[in-house]
């Protein structure tokens, strides 16, 4: 638990930052991009453009650390973004780097209010957070990799059929390329995709819900051809160029599970 003074400096700059949340995240983003490009990877560039959930990472950081003396209040919403980043590979050194660029943009964005003080009470409950997520993270590495038929990873899946359900979905069955068996899973969960998209010149990585019942060859998602202009940039190439036969990567099924009793 951060010390008192800690918690109160955070807690005191956490308006100004949230009320300033644009330049927080433009900041952020721009400096991530221009000095880790590889990160252009990990990211949905779709989200950055299209203005939804681009804020996501840098407001939840301030959301998270107002609550920062209760982190029974942040257990959900940790369990939850944990998901989020399993299903995408985040690692443990991803921490330092995302910390180190989102604190030189609190550090911009508060001018000259930025103390040393305050911006190392802002490492400190980054730190706390990032701990939180990591041991979250690194638990579903585990338990997904000691699942009967389960993986830690990217595993090489054979789109085995094709079928178009209507003008804009078509479901994909996917076997293991490795022919091994598959996990058990619920609806409501989901796997991810990784695909390099040639206009975008890097990979792009996206979830999509299992659409099917859980048996042990196959798994099936039903994509929607998403956008016009652009067109989507994972979707559309999943149904234009992404063939039956052709090898997908895939990383492990995550998403939360339905409480016991629902
Ligand atoms: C847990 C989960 C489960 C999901 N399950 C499913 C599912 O079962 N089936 C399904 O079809 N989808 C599902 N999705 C959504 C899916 O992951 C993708 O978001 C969706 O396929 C769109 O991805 P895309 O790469 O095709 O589009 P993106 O490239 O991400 O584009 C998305 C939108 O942003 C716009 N855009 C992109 N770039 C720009 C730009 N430069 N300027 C302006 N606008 C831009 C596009 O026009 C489009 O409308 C799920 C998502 C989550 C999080
Ligand atoms: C304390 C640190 C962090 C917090 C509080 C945080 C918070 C979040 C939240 C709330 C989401 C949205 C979850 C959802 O859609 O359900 C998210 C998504 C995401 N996070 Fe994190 N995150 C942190 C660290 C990181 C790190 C270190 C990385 C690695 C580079 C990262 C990469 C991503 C990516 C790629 C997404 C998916 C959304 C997108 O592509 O734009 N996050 N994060």
Known sequence: MPSPRTIELVKATVPALQAHGLALTTHFYDRLFSNEPELKNIFNLGNQAGGQQ??????????????????????????????????????????????????????????????????????????????????????????????????????????????????????????????????????????????????????QIRQYSLSEAPNNSYFRISVKREGQDPAGAVSNRLHDAVAVGETLAVAAVRGLLPARGA
């Open 54 to 203: 681009q804020q996501a990472l840098a407001l939840a950081v301030l959301a998270y650390a107002q609550n920062i003396e209760n982190p029974s209040a942040l257990a959900p919403v940790a369990s939850r973004i944990a998901h989020k980043h399993a299903s995408i590979g985040i690692r443990p050194d991803h921490y330092p780097i995302v910390g180190r660029h989102l604190l030189a943009s609190i550090r911009e964005v508060l001018g000259e209010a930025a103390t040393d003080e305050i911006i190392a009470a802002w490492a400190e409950a980054y730190g706390e957070l990032a701990d939180v997520l990591i041991a979250a993270e690194t638990e579903l590495y585990r338990a997904s990799a000691a699942a009967p038929g389960g993986w830690s990873g990217w595993r090489e899946f054979v789109v085995d059929r094709k079928v178009r359900e209507s003008e804009l979905i078509t479901s994909f069955y996917l076997r293991p390329a490795d022919g091994g068996a598959l996990p058990p899973f619920v609806p409501g969960q989901f796997i991810s995709i990784v695909l390099y998209i040639p206009e975008l010149g890097v990979e």
